[in-house]
T-cell receptor
């Protein structure tokens, strides 16, 4: 069974640019979560999507946005990139809320460097 | 709000040493508690979990017991191996918290042969 896949694995952008990160959840999972892992910091919750809807959002500015598609894959968009956006962006998936035990299944992440 | 506090690292041990990584939490209600491990260059993967007080999670020789009275979920292993070198994250989630898991800052473990 394929795990959570993310793309691209690495990318370099300059300040002010925009980036789109992609995530495909485990087959059968309807919830997708995005986390930011900056160097030396823990995981910061960004967004939660379930059944195509944004269900919760962390304390990030509006230039961080995303969406979930009908096939449950997801995109994370970051506009007007700043140096401090450099981080590993992790996507995770889980089964629907009715059967969710709380366990998250993570992808390997997309490492974004902003110069 | 909810929070998780982990023992600060890095932790360096010799092979076969005993490991304890402390984790305490602050949360209302009845969270589930998790330990995740992140090996170099990889994403996080679930190591073990406990969903209610006094539950003990265990996997690959690691154990942690959900202690509601001390709000703790300390990770232990009796004899570490070089292959256990990784970053360990303690986390909690409440079903009432709209999908948001709260993670500790992670503890880096290095095991030397």
């Amino acid at each position: 069974e394929a795990g959570v896949t993310q793309s691209p694995t690495h990318l370099i952008k300059t300040r002010g640019q925009q980036v789109t990160l992609r995530c495909s959840p485990i087959s059968g999972h309807t919830s997708v979560y995005w986390y930011q892992q900056a160097l030396g910091l823990g995981l910061q919750f960004l967004l939660w999507y379930d059944e195509g809807e944004e269900r919760n959002r962390g304390n990030f500015p509006p230039r961080f946005s995303g969406r979930q598609f009908p096939n449950y894959s997801s995109e994370l968009n970051v506009n007007a990139l700043e140096l401090e956006d450099s981080a590993l962006y992790l996507c995770a998936s889980s089964s629907g809320q009715g059967t969710n035990t709380g366990e998250l299944f993570f992808g390997e992440g997309s490492r974004l460097t902003v110069l | 709000g909810d929070s998780v506090t982990q023992m600060e690292g890095p932790v360096t041990l010799s092979e076969e040493a005993f490991l304890t990584i402390n984790c305490t939490y602050t949360a209302t209600g009845y969270p589930s508690l998790f330990w995740y491990v992140q090996y170099p260059g990889e994403g996080l993967q679930l190591l073990l979990k406990a969903t209610k007080a006094d539950d003990k999670g265990s996997n690959k020789g690691f154990e942690a017991t959900y202690r509601k009275e001390t709000t703790s979920f300390h990770l232990e292993k009796g004899s570490v191996q070089v292959s256990d070198s990784a970053v360990y994250f303690c986390a909690l989630i409440k079903k009432t918290n709209a999908g948001k898991s709260t993670f500790g800052d992670g503890t880096t473990l290095t095991v030397k042969p």
